[in-house]
């Protein structure tokens, strides 16, 4: 992977840069960002980018004078893609003379940058590839110029012999995931590709093959697969059999649970990028394939994975049983959503707006309970998901103890809510009872849980919502059979009743007599 430093004052280029390619298919990672030239150099002399994109108009220091600088001081220098708003070719024509590898005008075209990128990573390869360790080439360097570059046959035999292995034969991409719940820093990668470099030599020394390892995303490294002399280092007749010891091996070397992922099988050395891009697609499947631990191109490529959203019942029920601290409902809506998402085969991104989206419900809950999600330990691990969490089990794990400090966060914030909000809405049910009123709808009305609001009313008042209505409607209907002489469906509209019959039911249940008795018996009739 190439470092990027983006240098531009406007936080919204640089955004916008970055939202515009996929960096990590381009073998590229942002390394930081800088809004202006001296801040730039700063952190090129500590982050050490392969590569600068800098705006050429700038406060305090430039583009043009950022690369001049940087070429004076000599002590890194990476090469420059200048990014300008001017179309001026005396600008142009400056930037070549510092030796800029590309000049782009704003708005910056998709295609255009991806192209230049592409040529820079070319660049920057065969840069690292003169770049010697004692006597040998670094392997990193060959491997991603097999991956981007398109080599001639003369290039292709250069690149075998700098990686020890023959130019024809049965190859394969492998990627390698190590599934490492711990938050690491940044020195944790590297530490992880010497090892397994170290294990793979050790497995296949008695053949006197070395397998060519690569960086590339965080705890995912790429390996060159010879495959008949892997067989032959470990004894095996199948590839099949072969890449299960070879995971066992690296499992047992690092101690941590190993996916990998087989790209298609190529006949050369210089087609392995397709069956490296075929790898990449086979990572899509990691879920739709949960507890296979070696995924094959052949086998699941071309089928089908599901891209949209779960059902919202689920989302629903979730939220609501979250509300009500539910814990063994919540625990079995969880266990549901998961096993959608095996059933289904859901891809990775779809998993992702899956969880975004009740992670979301939940902080919108905290918030309307006047809460702050900061004080959830679990929202940055359940955030940061992608990059630790490769296996539907560690993620439901982590997911479901998110959603218990939330559940419980929730309750403690309506315990200390609700000391003040029920005296308010019991005013408010003394106010209102003669409308259309219930329970739900005066518990989203407070932003509370209808479960709760019911629960919370009978322990302050010693009855539950409805009996308390019925109660007061009762009593003022009893008042106007007194003191007026309104018909039975004119009363029972007054307190608040929809239907006449049902008002009669109600106060028959409650007195012991019709609404008509009772008038009779007030005024002394039989």
């Given at each position: 992977?190439?470092?990027?430093?983006?240098?531009?004052?406007?936080?919204?280029?640089?955004?916008g840069i970055i939202g515009l390619m996929n960096w990590n298919e381009l073998q590229y990672e942002i390394c930081g960002e800088a809004e202006n030239g001296l801040q730039a150099i700063e952190m090129i002399e500590q982050l050490k980018p392969d590569l600068v994109i800098a705006d050429i108009r700038m406060p305090i220091l430039d583009g043009l004078a950022l690369i001049k600088e940087v070429n004076e001081r000599g002590k890194h220098r990476p090469l420059f893609i200048i990014?300008?708003?001017?179309?001026?070719?005396?600008?142009?024509?400056?930037?070549?003379?510092?030796?800029?590898?590309?000049?782009?005008?704003?708005?910056?075209?998709?295609?255009?940058?991806?192209?230049?990128?592409?040529?820079?990573?070319?660049?920057?390869?065969?840069?690292?590839?003169?770049?010697?360790?004692?006597?040998?080439?670094?392997?990193?360097?060959?491997?991603?110029?097999?991956?981007?570059?398109?080599?001639?046959?003369?290039?292709?035999?250069?690149?075998?012999?700098?990686?020890?292995?023959?130019?024809?034969?049965?190859?394969?991409?492998?990627?390698?995931?190590?599934?490492?719940?711990?938050?690491?820093?940044?020195?944790?990668?590297?530490?992880?590709?010497?090892?397994?470099?170290?294990?793979?030599?050790?497995?296949?020394?008695?053949?006197?093959?070395?397998?060519?390892?690569?960086?590339?995303?965080?705890?995912?490294?790429?390996?060159?697969?010879?495959?008949?002399?892997?067989?032959?280092?470990?004894?095996?007749?199948?590839?099949?059999?072969?890449?299960?010891?070879?995971?066992?091996?690296?499992?047992?070397?690092?101690?941590?649970?190993?996916?990998?992922?087989?790209?298609?099988?190529?006949?050369?050395?210089?087609?392995?990028?397709?069956?490296?891009?075929?790898?990449?697609?086979?990572?899509?499947?990691?879920?739709?394939?949960?507890?296979?631990?070696?995924?094959?191109?052949?086998?699941?490529?071309?089928?089908?994975?599901?891209?949209?959203?779960?059902?919202?019942?689920?989302?629903?029920?979730?939220?609501?049983?979250?509300?009500?601290?539910?814990?063994?409902?919540?625990?079995?809506?969880?266990?549901?959503?998961?096993?959608?998402?095996?059933?289904?085969?859901?891809?990775?991104?779809?998993?992702?707006?899956?969880?975004?989206?009740?992670?979301?419900?939940?902080?919108?809950?905290?918030?309307?309970?006047?809460?702050?999600?900061?004080?959830?330990?679990?929202?940055?691990?359940?955030?940061?998901?992608?990059?630790?969490?490769?296996?539907?089990?560690?993620?439901?794990?982590?997911?479901?103890?998110?959603?218990?400090?939330?559940?419980?966060?929730?309750?403690?914030?309506?315990?200390?809510?609700?000391?003040?909000?029920?005296?308010?809405?019991?005013?408010?049910?003394?106010?209102?009872?003669?409308?259309?009123?219930?329970?739900?709808?005066?518990?989203?009305?407070?932003?509370?849980?209808?479960?709760?609001?019911?629960?919370?009313?009978?322990?302050?008042?010693?009855?539950?919502?409805?009996?308390?209505?019925?109660?007061?409607?009762?009593?003022?209907?009893?008042?106007?059979?007194?003191?007026?002489?309104?018909?039975?469906?004119?009363?029972?509209?007054?307190?608040?009743?929809?239907?006449?019959?049902?008002?009669?039911?109600?106060?028959?249940?409650?007195?012991?007599?019709?609404?008509?008795?009772?008038?009779?018996?007030?005024?002394?009739?039989?």
């Amino acid at each position: 992977m190439y470092k990027v430093l983006l240098v531009d004052d406007e936080i919204f280029v640089r955004k916008g840069i970055i939202g515009l390619m996929n960096w990590n298919e381009l073998q590229y990672e942002i390394c930081g960002e800088a809004e202006n030239g001296l801040q730039a150099i700063e952190m090129i002399e500590q982050l050490k980018p392969d590569l600068v994109i800098a705006d050429i108009r700038m406060p305090i220091l430039d583009g043009l004078a950022l690369i001049k600088e940087v070429n004076e001081r000599g002590k890194h220098r990476p090469l420059f893609i200048i990014v300008s708003g001017y179309h001026d070719f005396s600008y142009a024509q400056q930037a070549l003379r510092y030796h800029v590898s590309d000049y782009i005008l704003k708005p910056v075209d998709e295609k255009e940058l991806e192209a230049t990128l592409r040529r820079v990573a070319s660049a920057l390869s065969k840069k690292r590839l003169t770049t010697l360790t004692g006597e040998k080439p670094l392997n990193e360097s060959v491997i991603e110029t097999l991956l981007n570059t398109e080599c001639s046959e003369e290039d292709e035999k250069q690149l075998a012999e700098a990686l020890h292995i023959p130019v024809s034969g049965n190859y394969c991409y492998v990627i390698v995931e190590v599934h490492d719940g711990q938050l690491r820093n940044g020195d944790y990668n590297h530490e992880l590709f010497s090892q397994l470099d170290h294990l793979l030599r050790n497995i296949t020394e008695t053949a006197a093959y070395h397998i060519p390892i690569h960086a590339l995303a965080k705890n995912q490294f790429g390996l060159i697969i010879q495959m008949d002399l892997l067989k032959q280092a470990l004894l095996t007749f199948t590839l099949e059999e072969a890449l299960r010891l070879l995971r066992l091996a690296l499992v047992k070397g690092v101690e941590a649970p190993i996916t990998l992922y087989i790209g298609a099988e190529v006949d050369r050395l210089k087609a392995i990028a397709s069956s490296a891009s075929s790898a990449k697609e086979v990572i899509n499947y990691k879920f739709a394939e949960d507890g296979k631990y070696v995924i094959f191109a052949r086998e699941v490529s071309g089928t089908p994975l599901y891209y949209f959203d779960i059902e919202t019942a689920i989302y629903n029920n979730l939220l609501e049983q979250i509300e009500e601290n539910n814990h063994d409902a919540y625990e079995q809506t969880i266990e549901q959503m998961f096993q959608q998402f095996r059933s289904m085969r859901f891809a990775p991104s779809a998993v992702a707006n899956a969880l975004t989206r009740c992670t979301i419900g939940i902080i919108n809950i905290v918030r309307q309970m006047e809460g702050q999600e900061e004080e959830l330990t679990l929202l940055p691990e359940i955030l940061g998901w992608q990059k630790k969490y490769s296996r539907l089990s560690e993620l439901q794990n982590v997911f479901l103890r998110f959603v218990q400090e939330a559940s419980q966060y929730i309750l403690e914030r309506r315990g200390e809510q609700g000391k003040g909000s029920i005296e308010k809405i019991k005013k408010y049910i003394d106010n209102h009872y003669t409308e259309n009123i219930n329970l739900k709808g005066i518990a989203a009305k407070f932003y509370m849980n209808s479960v709760y609001l019911g629960q919370l009313f009978r322990k302050s008042y010693g009855s539950y919502f409805n009996e308390y209505l019925l109660g007061i409607r009762v009593e003022e209907a009893k008042k106007l059979l007194r003191q007026t002489d309104l018909r039975m469906y004119e009363v029972a509209g007054k307190v608040g009743f929809q239907n006449a019959d049902y008002f009669v039911t109600q106060f028959e249940k409650l007195e012991k007599m019709t609404p008509t008795d009772y008038r009779n018996k007030v005024l002394g009739k039989k």
